[in-house]
């Protein structure tokens, strides 16, 4: 299977270093400062420890007629449109988009072709810190790689992860899902905006309560109109007491995954989030109405 990675970051380098490792033909296509690093060192990553180098190819443009089983599409959400239409005259037939986004895919496929995307969301996080890749899977029973149900084609990814041994699931609605996602980290990442010091915001209990409060608000705007919480265990943000809520988040933003996790994306993608938050809460809005 020939898989091409689009976006060099964090989430692109990682699934890259790990498909490559399960033997997959792994191109990778970046820009920038990023492209001239790969270029030179190759892509580097942390492996237990060890700094190892992935077995992959380096493009910094892509051919109309040069076919990949699969793109994943891994960049920012206010750069998808743009990748989209860069990707539009490629003939390889699936795109998955691994990114954040209330837009409705019918959207995208009139940018890049009717039946091209699959929407995905990945289960990663970590940092680049001087061309070396620093990143890890999230546990999976916290978010493993998301693949929304569309006419098969999930099948033969959730094959690809098995063969790396990525953790994923799949959900019958891929647009719920990410919706029901937005209703919590966006007032995650808000939190970290509010706080006079970012890094410490998990010991303001003043701010945990509020974040708890905005996430049960979202969740029951959400419930109430007829959209069942995806996953499920999202409802227990409306069962358990929101100063229970209030202090597992506490716990949750001083602990190393909080760092991975929320922090350094939050801290490193404040215009995308400050976006997504627009894209939620006009969504939440309309449902009001």
Same mark, same amino acid.
């Given at each position: 299977?020939?898989? =091409?990675?689009?976006?060099?970051? *964090? ?9 490559s ?16 690093? =790969?270029?030179? #060192? ?7 420890? $060890? ?6 190819? *380096? ?21 998808? &449109? ?5 990707? #539009?005259?490629?003939?390889s ?7 954040n ?5 019918? $959207? ?14 990945? %289960?990663?996080?970590?940092? =680049? ?18 693949i %929304? $149900? ?18 994923y ?25 509010e ?12 701010? &945990? ?22 996953? *499920? #265990? &999202? ?12 202090f ?18 939050? &801290? ?20 009001? $109405?």
């Amino acid at each position: 299977m020939r898989v =091409l990675i689009y976006g060099a970051g *964090v989430i692109g380098s990682l699934y890259a270093a790990l498909l490559s490792e399960a033997g997959v033909d792994i191109t990778v296509y970046a820009r920038g400062k990023r492209l001239r690093d =790969l270029q030179t #060192k190759g892509l580097l990553y942390n492996r237990n420890g $060890r700094i190892e180098s992935a077995k992959i190819t *380096v493009i910094s443009s892509l051919d109309d007629h040069d076919r990949y089983d699969c793109i994943f599409l891994t960049v920012r959400e206010d750069q998808l &449109m743009t990748a989209l239409a860069e990707l #539009k005259d490629n003939i390889s037939p699936t795109i998955l988009t691994m990114v954040n986004s209330l837009d409705p895919y019918e $959207r995208w496929e009139e940018v890049c072709g009717s039946g091209r995307i699959l929407p995905a969301f990945p %289960g990663a996080g970590g940092s =680049l810190e001087g061309g070396v890749l620093d990143a890890e899977l999230t546990p999976r029973i916290i978010q493993p790689t998301t693949i %929304g $149900r569309t006419d098969g084609r999930e099948k033969e990814l959730a094959a690809l992860f098995r063969r790396a041994h990525i953790p994923y699931q799949i959900v019958s609605d891929m647009h719920v899902w990410q919706i029901c996602h937005l209703g919590m980290v966006v007032p995650i990442a808000d939190a970290y905006y509010e706080a006079d010091d970012a890094q410490r915001a998990g010991e303001d209990p003043l701010l &945990m309560n509020k974040t708890a409060r905005r996430i049960r608000r979202n969740f029951r705007i959400i419930k109430d109109n007829d959209i069942k919480l995806s996953p *499920v #265990k &999202m409802n227990i943000f409306l069962i358990l007491p929101v100063s229970t809520v209030a202090f597992i988040l506490g716990l949750i933003f001083r602990s190393e995954f909080g760092n991975r996790f929320m922090y350094q994306h939050s &801290m490193k993608a404040p215009n995308e989030m400050r976006r997504l938050h627009k894209q939620l809460y006009t969504f939440l809005g309309s449902c009001r $109405r």
